[in-house]
T-cell receptor, first 112, second 114 residues
């Protein structure tokens, strides 16, 4: 059974700080990994995806993947109050099933 | 371009009634997914369509749930004889033909069964 684990939070960081969100997974064969942002009452919005070990940067966001340790993280630099949301980690196993497996999300609160 | 659209945005129904939810994927996206999200919970996979291939129905919770898709266009999710536990947000996502399977979500339909 594929599992994706996230700390539910809430994670509180002051405005301007770096927010670090972490995710671990059980399926060692997982191929690609996604970070979605979900505002309260809204649908998930894709922020980034990563499939190779290492870092991938997009603006204030950096995704980090370590397949040997089976974790993926998202760093948000210069956090803004508008970043306050629930962040969902998801993975695609690529093993004949095309669904994404989602974690339950980490709630981030950026304090002005 | 236009994103994934879903209708209705909200649906309130009485227990035992049938409901039909609609999803319009992003133009050119070959794959379409339905997920369910209960209040305060994670996303639960329901069904997947890819082109004209047989759908993956492995996530449908009971035979009261069914879905159809014509080619690579609109999909409808039908719930028959609704129960209170069916109350949730039903999310549709579409994905281009890609090795990475990035999925883009619609705004969802909030279903409330009284």
């Amino acid at each position: 059974q594929k599992e994706v684990e996230q700390n539910s939070g809430p994670l509180s960081v002051p405005e301007g700080a770096i927010a670090s969100l972490n995710c671990t997974y059980s399926d060692r064969g997982s191929q690609s990994f996604f970070w979605y942002r979900q505002y309260s009452g809204k649908s998930p919005e894709l922020i980034m995806f990563i499939y190779s070990n290492g870092d991938k940067e997009d603006g204030r966001f950096t995704a980090q993947l370590n397949k040997a340790s089976q974790y993926v993280s998202l760093l948000i630099r210069d956090s803004q109050p508008s970043d306050s949301a629930t962040y969902l980690c998801a993975l695609y196993s690529g093993a004949g099933s095309y669904q994404l497996t989602f974690g339950k999300g980490t709630k981030l609160s950026v304090i002005p | 371009g236009a994103g994934v659209s879903q209708s209705p945005s909200n649906k309130v129904t009485e227990k035992g009634k049938d409901v039909e939810l609609r999803c319009d994927p992003i133009s050119g996206h070959t794959a379409l997914y339905w997920y369910r999200q209960r209040l305060g919970q994670g996303l639960e996979f329901l069904i997947y369509f890819q082109g004209n291939s047989a759908p993956d129905k492995s996530g449908l919770p009971s035979d009261r749930f069914s879905a159809e898709r014509t080619g690579e266009s609109v999909s409808t999710l039908t719930i028959q004889r609704t129960q209170q536990e069916d109350s949730a947000v039903y999310l549709c996502a579409s994905s281009p033909r890609s090795a990475y399977n990035e999925q883009f979500f619609g705004p969802g339909t909030r279903l409330t069964v009284l």
